[in-house]
């Protein structure tokens, strides 16, 4: 399968190991996906900062290069606060572009889940449960 991530622009300076390691490990937002199937990364970007404009573009270029499906960054969904476009951004991708978009990319690091899991966002953590995994999953990401 290959794989475009777009990320949260408020983390532009992540190196983006957490995600890279979930892609090799078949874990979060990549667990859908069989383990004897090679994922491939084929493009990485950020949105550009709130609302997100390069959203509107960034997929065709990596469609160009093969994208089969794009992957929503982890990162928004634990950010301070989580983003609050991510459904438009799965709407309009998929629309527009008519590939699938998939929210997440890495476990959610026992770190963030230990912060959310008391605020009103947990509700946003329960709809991934790809991304919430195990304890033992989120600590490794730590
Ligand atoms: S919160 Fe959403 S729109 Fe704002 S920078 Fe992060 S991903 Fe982009």
Redesign the pocket.
Known sequence: MKIGI??????RRCGGGKCLRAMREHAGGFSRYPKSEPLELVGYS???????GN?EYVPAEMIKNGAEVIH??T??VV?Y??????DY?TTFIEKRYGIPVVTGTHPIPEKYYRVHKDLPSRRILEQFPDLLATPKIREDYD
């Open positions: 777009i990320i949260c622009d408020r983390y950020t949105c550009d900062g709130c609302p997100g959203v929503l960054a990162g928004m950010g606060p989580p983003c609050p476009y991510m951004f």
